[in-house]
DNA sequence: GCGTCCAGGTCTACC
DNA sequence: GGTAGACCTGGACGC
């Protein structure tokens, strides 16, 4: 039976903001009708699946599930954490308020980065956008959740750890990625690795990055990128684009190090990688 | 049609 | 600890 869930949202928050506040929106099992700012999401609690549509409506978030299952406090919560509905970006908006280039981002309440209900899943997908260019990232997860996951989700680390490097190399066009997804699938499944425990861990951002570099496959953008996520916001995630945006904001289109753009964004301090975020991005918001 | 380059980098061997 | 070279894929580009 279909069924319709509501959720109140914050004062500072911005749906479209954050549906479009970074790439994820385009990535599997989400998908975004930019028409009617509806933000697809294939639910699940690892036995049922059901596909859902978030929308805004009346100044709260609209819900509608085609069954009942998984149960509707397990899809509330997802919501609440892709959306991330309980942050709180009051000290990042203080910083950023004096600054006229970043004024935008308060007008427009932006600054939640969307992610995954789950850090797996972000995690995964964080491999996925290495070395490699944004259509070869959305094929490798189109192919994750079709032929993996169950009935459209994302499939789970037991499913992953169930296939062998030529399934990755043939099905999934992974590349070399392949025995990492296995090598990291296996570790989740036998619980020596609990990705979801990163969200609330104690470690200090350094040697939590660190932990995350552990991980085959990821580097420092990658573990940057996670950071985010879990939100962690002292790492700037430097790839080639961010890189590319900043020659062309605020280096009259020339190249330059790495440690110039961190000087740049350096006073900051802990938000710095979500400043450097919104400033490069300002234009999708437009 | 073919070869080269490179994209939302990382790993390994070697120094 | 720093660095060169290898690594899958597939689209863009030049010829």
């Not at 427009?108 to 490699?132: H, M, Q």
Request: overall charge neutral; hydrophobic content about 35%; glycine content about 6%.
């Amino acid at each position: 039976m279909p069924q319709t869930l509501f959720i109140d949202i914050p004062e500072d928050f911005s749906f479209r903001s954050t549906v479009y506040s970074h790439g994820w929106c385009d990535l599997a099992p989400f998908s975004l009708d930019t028409e009617n700012w509806r933000l697809s999401y294939v639910f699940t609690d690892g036995k049922n699946s059901v596909p859902g549509v978030i929308a805004e409506e009346d100044g709260r978030l609209r819900i509608d599930l085609v069954k009942a299952k998984p149960r509707a406090e397990k899809v509330l919560a997802d919501v609440r954490h892709i959306l991330r509905l309980d942050d709180d970006l009051r000290d990042f908006y203080d910083v950023i308020q004096h600054n006229d280039r970043l004024r935008w981002v308060g007008k427009l309440r932006a600054g939640r980065l969307l992610r995954s209900p789950t850090v797996w899943e972000d995690l995964v997908k964080t491999i996925c956008t290495t070395n490699c260019s944004w259509a070869l990232t959305k094929n490798m997860v189109n192919n994750l959740v079709a032929k993996l996951g169950n009935k459209g989700a994302f499939p789970t680390a037991h499913a992953m750890a169930s296939q062998d490097e030529e399934f990755y190399k043939q099905e999934i066009r992974s590349g070399y990625r392949g025995p990492y997804f296995i090598e990291l699938a296996e570790k989740v499944v036998s619980g020596e690795l609990d990705p979801q425990s990163w969200l609330h861990s104690d470690l200090p951002t350094a040697a939590l990055k660190e932990e995350m570099k552990k991980v085959k496959g990821v580097g420092d953008y990658a573990a940057e990128n996670l950071l985010k996520l879990v939100g962690r916001y002292d790492g700037l995630a430097l790839d080639s684009w961010l890189r590319s945006q900043f020659y062309k904001n605020h280096n009259n289109g020339k190249t330059c190090k790495d440690i110039k753009i961190e000087r740049h964004y350096r006073k900051f301090g802990e938000w710095r990688g979500l400043v450097i975020w919104c400033d490069m991005t300002e234009k999708w918001h437009a």
